[in-house]
């Protein structure tokens, strides 16, 4: 046994460790990034559709936007004439 392991303590068990830390980093990493596009998601719902329109979006891409953090480039036609109608 190497006197390493002795003196540390630690002993094989170290890797093991580490990989179930890096999991739960993992985990809570994509926890808070849910939280932040739930955030998102809650304050663009909010907004009246003239808002939306100012910041160049509609309520059809308000998934899409809280999913990549940027407006929609192709948005569906259907979705847009929708859209236009419900604002005029």
């Given at each position: 046994?190497?006197?390493?392991?002795?003196?540390?303590?630690?002993?094989?068990?170290?890797?093991?460790?580490?990989?179930?830390?890096?999991?739960?980093?993992?985990?809570?990493?994509?926890?808070?990034?849910?939280?932040?596009?739930?955030?998102?998601?809650?304050?663009?719902?909010?907004?009246?559709?003239?808002?939306l329109q100012d910041i160049g979006t509609t309520r059809c891409e308000i998934e899409y936007v809280?999913?990549?953090?940027?407006?929609?480039?192709?948005?569906?036609?259907?979705?847009?004439?929708?859209?236009?109608?419900?604002?005029?």
């Amino acid at each position: 046994m190497s006197t390493t392991y002795v003196a540390t303590g630690f002993g094989q068990t170290d890797a093991p460790m580490r990989r179930v830390l890096r999991f739960f980093e993992r985990y809570w990493g994509m926890l808070r990034e849910w939280q932040r596009r739930d955030t998102l998601r809650g304050a663009l719902y909010n907004l009246s559709d003239r808002d939306l329109q100012d910041i160049g979006t509609t309520r059809c891409e308000i998934e899409y936007v809280a999913r990549s953090g940027s407006a929609s480039p192709t948005a569906s036609t259907s979705c847009r004439a929708a859209e236009r109608s419900r604002i005029v």
